[in-house]
């Protein structure tokens, strides 16, 4: 039982998410808070999703909405709300700090486990929340308006952008959506060329069985889509759709695609195809902004598509346990350094 002085959490069944997210109309859901997500993270080892919660006041009144998992991983468990909570209004200070203070009462003991820290998401900063020390995340992203007309979105690409995909499309290079056999296909096709993506730009990439389960476990939501020159594949993309958004998710190209410029003929169609879908926007999810510069290599590459740059609500931990955050944070920052 909470205290008065904090919010009260509820979970809730798929079909009252459903009515709470009608009821943050015109807000955008993003497909990461939806129960949906949570059947591709519950298929990934180590991930136990825990559902979707309604954080309301003292007097009823829906405060937040949101959907975590459960990441079990070797010394230590953590929860992560991706891309939320989602706020009924644009909280302030005193409102982050009480919800802070609601989750830590409501899941310091989950599903057996003590987590070490939440990873959320604020458009506002309190005192108990901080920058995370590990994984990339983004502050800032690209996002294309696909309500404007084709001659538009055209009009917003950069000089150079718009150079690349008439040059691409002069080329012999066919684009087209995966599916069928989506999983032999990545395997076989486009594993191998994100790994040489990888190594090329210096991130790291997530076992081949994350892109499989996400192809797999959504499949009304994410699609693949693959450039082939000359009968082979040297670039691709999955994207997701939720809720008239569509997101650049993953991707990569081969060295052959940078001379081909593929990835733009790639790209430029996926944004046709998503517009004709009924998408009202296409997000490159990510750049290096203010706070995070680990997107530093993909940026220029994505800013070619739009200037049209959007601040996102920076992604922060809470502590639940201070004192093992603290090690593990500077066991992970010692470990970076050494790297280097």
Same mark, same amino acid.
């Given at each position: 039982?909470?205290?008065p002085?904090?919010?009260?959490i509820?979970?809730?069944?798929?079909?009252?998410?459903?009515?709470?997210?009608?009821?943050?109309?015109?807000?955008?859901?993003p497909?990461e808070q939806?129960?949906l997500?949570?059947?591709?993270?519950?298929?990934?080892r180590g991930?136990?999703?825990?559902?979707s919660?309604r954080?309301?006041a003292?007097d009823?009144?829906?405060?937040?909405l949101g959907?975590?998992?459960l990441y079990?991983?070797?010394?230590?468990?953590?929860?992560?709300?991706k891309?939320?909570? @989602?706020?009924?209004?644009v909280p302030?200070?005193e409102v982050i700090?009480?919800?802070?203070?609601?989750?830590?009462q409501?899941?310091?003991?989950?599903?057996?486990?003590?987590?070490?820290f939440i990873?959320?998401?604020?458009p506002?900063?309190?005192?108990? @929340?901080r920058?995370?020390?590990?994984h990339?995340?983004?502050?800032e992203?690209?996002?294309?308006?696909?309500?404007?007309s084709?001659?538009?979105?055209?009009?917003?690409?950069?000089?150079?952008?718009?150079?690349s995909l008439?040059?691409?499309?002069?080329r012999?290079?066919?684009?087209?959506?995966v599916?069928?056999v989506?999983?032999s296909?990545?395997?076989?096709?486009?594993?191998?060329?994100l790994k040489?993506?990888?190594?090329?730009?210096?991130?790291?990439?997530h076992p081949l069985?994350?892109?499989?389960?996400?192809l797999?476990?959504?499949?009304?939501?994410?699609r693949?889509?693959?450039?082939?020159?000359?009968?082979?594949?040297e670039?691709?993309a999955?994207t997701?759709?939720?809720?008239?958004?569509?997101?650049?998710?993953?991707?990569?190209?081969?060295?052959?695609?940078r001379t081909?410029?593929a990835?733009?003929? @790639?790209?430029?169609?996926?944004?046709?195809?998503?517009?004709a879908?009924?998408n009202?926007?296409?997000?490159?999810?990510g750049?290096?902004?203010?706070?995070f510069?680990?997107l530093?290599?993909v940026?220029?590459?994505k800013?070619?598509?739009s200037k049209n740059?959007?601040?996102?609500?920076?992604t922060y931990?809470?502590?639940?346990?201070q004192l093992?955050?603290?090690?593990?944070?500077?066991?992970?920052?010692t470990?970076?350094y050494l790297?280097?």
């Amino acid at each position: 039982i909470l205290m008065p002085e904090n919010f009260t959490i509820t979970k809730i069944s798929d079909a009252e998410f459903a009515s709470c997210a009608a009821a943050l109309s015109p807000l955008k859901i993003p497909l990461e808070q939806t129960p949906l997500w949570g059947t591709f993270d519950a298929a990934n080892r180590g991930r136990i999703f825990l559902g979707s919660y309604r954080i309301d006041a003292a007097d009823g009144r829906l405060v937040a909405l949101g959907s975590a998992t459960l990441y079990k991983q070797k010394g230590r468990n953590w929860i992560w709300f991706k891309h939320g909570p @989602l706020f009924a209004s644009v909280p302030n200070t005193e409102v982050i700090q009480k919800m802070c203070a609601s989750f830590k009462q409501y899941f310091s003991h989950t599903e057996g486990s003590s987590p070490v820290f939440i990873r959320l998401s604020s458009p506002t900063h309190a005192k108990p @929340l901080r920058l995370p020390y590990e994984h990339t995340m983004y502050d800032e992203t690209v996002i294309v308006d696909l309500e404007k007309s084709e001659a538009d979105i055209l009009a917003g690409m950069s000089q150079s952008g718009r150079r690349s995909l008439r040059s691409a499309l002069k080329r012999d290079i066919t684009i087209e959506e995966v599916t069928k056999v989506k999983a032999s296909v990545f395997e076989s096709e486009c594993y191998p060329i994100l790994k040489e993506t990888g190594s090329r730009d210096g991130f790291g990439i997530h076992p081949l069985s994350l892109y499989i389960a996400l192809l797999n476990e959504l499949p009304k939501n994410a699609r693949l889509y693959i450039a082939k020159v000359a009968g082979k594949t040297e670039a691709w993309a999955i994207t997701t759709e939720y809720d008239e958004q569509a997101v650049y998710y993953y991707g990569g190209s081969s060295h052959t695609a940078r001379t081909t410029d593929a990835a733009y003929k @790639l790209h430029w169609e996926i944004m046709k195809e998503m517009k004709a879908r009924g998408n009202t926007t296409y997000d490159f999810m990510g750049i290096a902004g203010k706070h995070f510069k680990g997107l530093e290599n993909v940026t220029q590459f994505k800013l070619k598509f739009s200037k049209n740059i959007v601040r996102v609500p920076i992604t922060y931990d809470l502590p639940l346990q201070q004192l093992k955050y603290i090690l593990l944070s500077t066991a992970v920052k010692t470990k970076r350094y050494l790297q280097f």
